[in-house]
């Protein structure tokens, strides 16, 4: 986890008080607390003037803000054609089992976030996991868990 | 005129219309799902898909495409069958087939295309979504499994209500309507309801009582204030169903759509009450009626036929007013009366009267062929021309003409919900420029572009800070002024720097909204009864009047004044004469009579030309009217006092004689409303043993031997009209509309009083204002609707000053004033600037008018308790 957290005022005083800042913003406090808090969302629609439900509409239209508080590191494991073809079934299962969530779910010490993509562009390397901004190839059991490892 | 044609036929339509506008016109059913004409097309259900040439060589939205010269138009085609099938089936995959426990069974949209379209089957299947049903918010229940997603509730809401309190959640497939978190917070106005073409959204008030096709249907206008709304009211075995507004329009407030249920109040009066030994007791109408004629006779014989003094209603219909004044000026032969609208409405008619002359019309013929009932039989001609402050107000469906608006003093939705949706289709235009200046902040101050935000009570100061700016400019005034050397030397000491300060709004916003309104070309000014009820609230209407002078365009549409006449007959209660100075269409009367906040003095002080007899028609003195301690004291001297109410009110636990009468669909009559359209409000339900305010008038005026005229509300308002040809042109709202008079407009700049202080030196100010839920204290009686969202009064305060005196939400505040102390659970409100506190005026506990004086503003210490 990052040292020191911006707090959601400081984040606040970074944008002018208009409703088209709402993205904006909602970006911000994802990118900083993993998730957008419900007291957050209400934070940023009084900042920007936006009523609540619209705030919840984008919230839950982009697929990258979650209203849920999400792990540290992410990890997506990728299940498109060529991926499901070399095994990466088998990837998430694992997955699954060591870290104790099922896919699209958070650990509880809120370090992973476990989630199945439908396909990374990236078929020449399949099997595919992406763990944070960074691509596993040809990933098997053993160096996904030997990546993870690296983490903790 | 636009030629094209549509299938096959050459047809000609208006230039700007949709395809789908003309097809409706032309009598071509195009199905749709999504389309509502209350809306602008929304576009996303593409079941209204037509072929065009020339166009892209797929099928386009009609409800999106303009008509355009030349035009071929295909509505049918297999191919359009083919497209319009899937997407059904698309619709219907997911749709919960509760048809028969729906509550939109019988008048569902997507049943009746369905069946339109000929859907055999859905052979189509997906993941079943989770019904998320919403049981917990009220008076609104939602399925989000039976939604169809056309979008029209989240538009109605955002669009024509303002509230954006509902959107989509999600996308796609899994696309879910919301509130964002259970349950709904919103303004409960139930518009969503109405315009939803499936039973997604459901009124709790009409769950499993009826199905559509048993209920007798009646449109008639709406009495839950001066906005002139109609709805129709749906009766099944006697009983109230529901309110439903379909139509084009679909929009109403709360208390229009929930509050009915007032009509069946456990608590309204049955029988009426004769005062026996101190108490109120039951009686026969017969010895009501003989007891109130015997003692009126008794004391006009006595002390001669002025000591019995009226007071009109502003709920009671045209024709009930018209006959009471009647009874006053031709029975008793004295102008001796009033009606509650002294304290807001009249101030307004007053101020605009001092500038724009009293009312004068010309040109007027009577009709001698017989009008339909309820119209007026003076027609309007060309020669017609009217003069004076009658002319200057305007009407609620010009004023989204208008350019620029100044709001002052008003939160407009609460004090009159129609002339905020007005505002809200003005705000579609690039052009519209709307201006608030309030003491807090409202819901319009979101779609402002200039937000002024002034001191309590310091509004015409501020008023009187643009006149400045725009005498500064040199503004030439569009309508023919005088004496304005005169009311140039009355404004010569101001400055804009004194007024900067004792308002609190900048100087530079001043001088914008007066630039604003020097360079509209239809300016409109809306002033709320929240300014009017101000005790110098006359001359609060006159700086605004002074202000209409100067920069108003009376020929351009929408250009005018719209003070709020609140209650549903406010406007008309003084039209018809209910006045001691004017008789009906305000003609002067010889020997006026005293005005109410008079009377009410001379009974305080026990002086001997006080009067010995109070005749009330409704009007609730003690709850309404400023000083309650001094309107106590004086009712309680008058020897006796008739009150005529469905309720018995604090004022009417004080008569001698109550009179129950019939409210809302129980009898028939019109209003008018406060734009001055006439409302007409036919008979629905029985009146079970209670009588019309016309029929009670009646019988005492013929018990007591004066000949008033009878016959009916019809034949009542015939006789009313030929007296108004200030009416000239009025029919019900709905026929065809009223022809406009010429305007023959001039004014006199009339100086204003430019002290506002507030008396007092207690720390923070008390407004008592208006609560969106509530109109006067009709809608605060179990089980009407608007009790569900707002149940008791609570004093708004800004957190700030809550924090400061320790208290948090819902804690029981003591408010102290010159006059009185209540104790009130308080509410945190950040819209309320710090210093400011608000209490709605609408409920018998706590008083609210127990605290103030002469003014709705009143200066006030709180502490815990």
Known sequence: ??????????????????????????????????????????????????????????????????????????????????????????????????????????????????????????????????????????????????RLSKLE | MVNLTIDGRAVQTKKGQTILEACDDL????????????????????????????????????????????????????????????????????HALECPVCDKGGECELQDLTHAIGVPEVDLAAVKLPPNQDYESQLVERHPDRCV????????????????????????????LTSGAVPLDCEFCGSCIDICPVGALINKQFKYRSRAWEVTKTEMACPFCGGGCTYELHVKDGKVMRVFNGGDKVVLCGRGRFGWPVVEAPDRLKTPLIRQDGQLQEATWDEALDLVAAKFRQITEAAGLGAIYGVGSPRATNEANYLFQKFFRQGLGTNNLDNPGRYTYIRALQGLAAVFGPAQVSGVELDPSRPPAFTSPYPVTDDAKGKGFPFVLGKIDDLPKADVVLVVGADVTPELPPLGWALLEARERDAFKLIVANNRRTKFDRYADLSMRCQPGTERLLVAGIIKALL????????????????KESLKKLTLKDVAKKTGVEEAAIKAAADLLAQAL???????????????????????????????KPGAPGSALYPVAEKNNTRGVCE????????????????PGAALPEVLALLEKGDAAAPQSLYLLGGDLLRFAPNHKQVEKALKKVPFIVVQDAFLTETAKLAHVVLPVAVHAEQEGTFISSDGTLGYLPRALSANGVKPDCLIIHEIASRMGYSIPTGGPANIFKDLAKAMPLWAGLAPKGSEPRADF???????????????????????TLLVGKSLQHSGSFTTHHPCGALTVTPRAELG?????????????????????????????????????PGLVFLPEHFADPAANALTLNSNLVRVTISKG
Request: aromatic letters at 6%.
């Open chain 1, 1 to 146: 986890m990052k040292k020191s957290q911006k707090t959601i005022e400081s984040i606040l005083a970074g944008y002018p008080r208009h409703p088209q800042n709402l993205i904006g913003l909602l970006q911000d406090v994802q990118a900083e607390y993993n998730y957008i808090s419900p007291e957050h969302l209400a934070l940023i629609c009084d900042h920007v003037g936006a009523p609540l439900t619209q705030a919840w509409s984008v919230a839950t239209f982009y697929k990258s803000f979650s209203l849920e508080p999400r792990g540290e590191h992410e990890i997506k494991v990728c299940l498109g054609t060529t991926c499901h073809l070399k095994g990466g079934n088998r990837l998430v299962e694992t997955c699954e089992r060591d870290l104790g969530v099922a896919r699209g779910q958070t650990t509880e010490d809120l370090r992973f976030t476990l989630d199945t993509v439908n396909c990374l562009g990236s078929c020449a390397l399949a099997p595919v996991v992406m763990v944070d901004e960074d691509y596993l190839g040809g990933a098997n059991i053993r160096s996904l868990k030997k």
């Open chain 2, 27 to 94: 009598g071509i059913f195009v199905p749709r799902l999504c389309y509502h004409p209350a809306l602008k097309p929304i576009g996303a259900c593409r079941i209204c898909v037509v072929e065009v040439k020339p166009g892209p060589p797929r099928p386009l939205p009609a409800c999106a495409t303009y008509v355009a010269e030349g035009q071929e138009v295909v509505t049918a085609s297999p191919k359009l069958d083919v497209i319009r099938l899937e997407l059904m089936k698309l619709v219907l995959i997911n």
């Open chain 2, 149 to 176: 997603t056309c979008g029209r509730c989240i538009h109605i809401c955002r669009d024509r209500v303002g509230a954006m309190a509902i959107n989509f959640t999600l996308r796609g497939y899994f696309t879910e």
């Open chain 2, 472 to 487: 500064a400019a040199e503004v030439t005034p569009a309508i023919r002024a005088s004496g304005v050397e005169e009311f």
């Open chain 2, 522 to 552: 239809a300016p409109a000014i809306i002033f709320g009864a929240e300014l009017l009820a101000q005790d110098k609230g006359q001359e609060n209407a006159l700086a605004l009047a002074d202000l209409f002078l100067l920069v108003g």
């Open chain 2, 576 to 591: 018809v004469g209910v006045l001691p100075d004017f008789g009906p269409g305000f003609a002067p009367v010889d020997k």
């Open chain 2, 742 to 764: 010429g305007k023959d407009l001039s004014g006199q700049l009339v100086p204003f009083d430019l002290d506002v202080s507030l008396p007092g030196r207690r720390p923070l």
């Open chain 2, 797 to 833: 305060m800004n957190p700030d000053d809550a924090q400061g005196l320790g208290l948090t939400e819902g804690d029981a505040a003591k408010v102290t004033s010159s006059q009185g102390e209540i104790s009130v659970p308080i509410t945190l409100n950040p819209d309320l600037p």
